[in-house]
């Protein structure tokens, strides 16, 4: 037993529970008889359940068991928080078993400007916010109201520290990684397992060792880590595996900079990513009011070791990366693995046939919108306004929270910023997932824009499916906007001064931290510290409302084979996005029935290439929902076909309860992405993958897909993963059997049998 570890005064439910955690991990070593442990691996062992359980070598645990976990905490945002809360509330319990906190961020649009944007938008979501709100107080989970900030900034500033445990219903969660956390971003389903205190379950993740060496210089930023790797490992690079950096470029970044490489390990699909505790976690601690929790921690990881891997850990796989030699990359369109060195862009540009100017460039985001980020954005644009430079195309900012735009705006940055006319927008998501208002001027075709966001999938700025969003680092965009023509080079190029000269850039400057310390803004926008539940509270849901709905139970197996028919074949990519879109529909994402008007919308039809057209027995076309819609009054139960990844890309899980309240009941693909897998499994819904990944052609729209041996697979209670059979009948009666691979855990068969892991849940919480 390790000797006491009071948490610090007033900073209670912000502390990892060390002395817990370090009695669990100490458990854990001597099961595993003092093997050497990844980071990674001690931040999650130290939070199971049994630690005496575990195997005893670390290569049975690794990509095989199931762990039963007690995450420290939850957040979620307003889109996402819906969900979860209505499920939270089905549970029937009085407040949560862990902290959590809900953050308003992704239903405010972007267009005009902070102050007249929130206004709107607060009135457009009065009741979904009121809703959240009352949830909050009723429970007593903190409530950062709209205009506060972006749920990871918030969490980065406030909750995240070394060693702590963490999920978040928003797949960039991992960006709390970046202060040494294990932060995993989930459905609303799982955080309903935390927030009630059911051990929530994950299959061991790898650990994919990232070795930095050197340092980043001039124009190079931590963006272009990720941006680098992610042009390595691909979108499904770091499927099952946890990222964790070590070497000694560690040494040299930022907390902020680590945050933005952490929260993009989500577009390689990797579980979470993480960094070893160092000197710029405590500086950042302190610097955002933490100090008595950056000492507690720092005597922790030197007295235990707990927040950094063991001399002699083992990874499953290491990449190398030289920020020495590392150049700025731009990645895109369409997909954030597509990566580009800047110095070929133009040249990649013009083979592409991509349009060769840029519409818009856009800082900021939960990505990108640190204190260095904005300061070194200001140093391109003060070097440009000094040299009577004017921006050639629109500039947005989004500050990432209420502490940063206040300090930004004292230090100068932000009246910086709009003198050289840019917008600055709310504290808030906006254009970064599809509440970009471009006003009567919004390019209706292809056009280019720059972010420094982390996503850039279709649709998912402007909700122009044809707008080719490149991400890089906010450096690079704001250069950019001084050229507005993709073969620029800022590292190289010069542009043309109006007075017919050329001037060139100088690697932009920013400091880590402000000089003067943060501030905090305006008041309004902070919630109580630690709120208590009041039961008293009422928390309202109009029967008449179409924003929010409350949740009918899905019905339990009837304990026979399923008999589903392919209601579509699916071609391609097709991650959340396709399959529950956001921007226009984000405002449905408390009322299941209306959102789920928007299933599959963005999916291609493999036998037609057309997008969100289908076809009954007779011929007749649908949109895919409508489709859905019939074969379920029909009650003609559907599976859905398609390729690799399936479910890349967010944590959204209308994307699995849609499908659910549809009618669905398999989705059988090539492979799936891990969140979107577990949500399917958390609704009730059976995700299979091809054995032989050529079957996929040979199964065609409404063929009669049976399985067979589903019940033997429920007896054995799932067996960790199998193989299960599914029987195929072709339309003109031809049959043969494929073979499918299932990866249900014991748990996910009782969610299964339930209807969803919510009837499981309450009925075990109510039993
Ligand atoms: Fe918001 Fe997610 Fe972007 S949290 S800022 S929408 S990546």
């Not at 989500?266 to 000492?295: K, N, V």
């Not at 507690?296 to 190398?320: H, L, P, R």
């Not at 080079?489 to 007075?499: A, E, G, R």
């Not at 429920?714 to 031809?734: A, F, P, Q, Y």
Request: proline residues 6%.
């Amino acid at each position: 037993t390790v000797e006491s570890i009071p948490l610090p005064k007033g900073f209670e439910s912000r502390t990892p529970p060390y002395e817990k955690l370090i009695n669990n991990l100490t458990k854990v070593k001597r099961v595993l008889n003092n093997q050497p442990l990844t980071l990674a691996e001690k931040i999650l062992y130290a939070h199971l359940v049994n630690p005496e359980e575990l195997p005893s070598t670390t290569s049975q645990i690794r990509g095989q068991q199931y762990l039963k976990l007690n995450p420290d905490r939850v957040a979620m945002q307003d889109a996402s928080a819906q969900m979860a809360l209505l499920q939270f509330m089905t549970c029937g319990m009085p407040s949560t078993a862990v902290p959590g906190s809900i953050h308003c961020d992704h239903l405010i649009v972007g267009k005009s400007g902070a102050e007249s944007d929130l206004k709107s938008s607060i009135a457009t979501n009065k009741e979904v916010f009121d809703f959240l709100q009352s949830c909050g107080e009723k429970y007593g989970i903190q409530f950062w109201g709209p205009g506060s900030g972006i749920i990871h900034q918030i969490v980065l500033e406030n909750f995240s520290v070394p060693g702590l445990m963490m999920l978040g219903t928003d797949s960039h969660t991992p960006n709390a990684g970046g202060l040494g956390a294990i932060a995993i971003g989930v459905g609303g389903a799982d955080a309903v397992d935390a927030l009630t205190g059911t051990p929530w379950e994950l299959k061991a993740p790898k650990v994919l060792g990232v070795k930095l060496t050197g340092t980043l210089n001039g124009w190079t930023s931590p963006k272009d880590i990720i941006t680098h790797l992610a042009g390595l490992l691909t979108v499904r690079g770091g499927t099952g595996y946890i990222v964790e950096y070590f070497g000694e470029g560690v040494e040299t970044l930022s907390c902020t900079g680590m945050a933005t490489v952490c929260n993009m390990g989500a577009e390689i699909g990797a579980t979470t990513s993480t960094f070893p505790m160092q000197d710029a976690h405590y500086r950042y601690l302190q610097a955002t009011g933490r100090g008595p929790i950056a000492e507690v921690a720092k005597m922790v990881n030197s007295k235990y070791g707990y927040m950094t891997a063991d001399e002699g850990a083992e990874y499953d796989q290491i990449v190398e990366i030289d920020l020495n030699t590392l150049e700025p990359s731009v990645n895109g369109p369409f997909t954030p693995d597509l990566s580009t060195p800047i110095s070929q862009l133009g040249d990649t540009t013009i083979k592409n046939g991509w349009p060769e100017t840029v519409s818009a460039g856009l800082i900021g985001s939960c990505t990108n919108s640190s204190y260095q980020d904005m300061s070194r954005a200001a140093s391109i644009i003060r070097q440009a306004e000094d040299a009577g430079l004017k921006p050639k195309i629109p500039f947005f900012v989004t500050p990432g929270s209420e502490q940063i735009r206040a300090t930004i705006e004292r230090d100068g940055l932000i009246s910086t910023f709009e003198r050289n006319g840019a917008v600055v927008l709310a504290n808030a998501c906006g254009p970064c997932i599809g509440q970009w208002d471009r006003g009567d001027n919004a390019p209706k075709d292809t056009n280019v824009i720059f972010t420094s966001f982390n996503r850039n999938f279709r649709a998912r700025n402007d909700g122009n499916r044809d707008t080719m969003n490149f991400l890089t680092s906010p450096d690079i965009v704001t250069a950019m906007i001084y050229s507005g023509d993709m073969s620029f080079n800022p590292l190289t190029d010069s542009v043309k001064l109006p007075n017919g000269g050329e001037f060139r850039f100088k690697p932009p400057t920013g400091d880590e931290l402000p000089d003067e310390g943060f501030i905090a803004g305006r008041k309004e926008f902070y919630p109580e510290l630690e709120p208590k539940p009041k039961p008293e509270v009422q928390v309202n849901v109009s029967p008449d409302s179409d924003r929010l709905q409350l949740l009918t139970p899905f019905e339990k197996w009837n304990g026979e084979e399923l008999k589903t028919n392919v209601l579509v074949k699916v071609e391609g990519k097709c991650t959340t996005d396709h399959i529950s879109a956001a921007g226009v529909w984000l405002k449905y994402k408390g009322h299941l029935e209306n959102i789920s008007n928007n299933t599959l919308i963005g999916a291609q039809n493999k036998e037609t290439g057309e997008v969100n057209r289908v076809y009954d027995f007779n011929g007749d076309a649908y949109g895919i929902p409508e489709l859905m819609i019939k074969w379920k009054e029909e009650h003609r139960p559907w599976c859905v076909v398609a390729e690799h990844n399936y479910g890349e890309g967010s944590a959204r899980e209308h994307a699995a309860l849609s499908p659910k309240f549809l009618g669905g009941q398999m989705i059988l693909v090539k492979s799936f992405a891990r969140i979107h897998e577990t949500n399917l499994k958390k609704q009730g819904m059976l995700p299979l993958t091809f054995a032989d990944e050529s079957d996929y052609d040979r199964v065609s729209s409404c063929d009669l897909l049976e399985t067979v041996g589903l019940k033997e697979l429920i007896e054995k209670r799932g067996d960790n993963g199998g193989s299960l059979t599914v029987k195929v009948t072709k339309r003109n009666g031809e049959t043969f059997e494929i073979q499918t691979k299932h990866t249900m855990s014991e748990d996910q068969v009782d969610f299964f049998v339930a209807g969803s892991a919510i009837n499981f849940i309450g009925a075990s919480k109510s039993a």
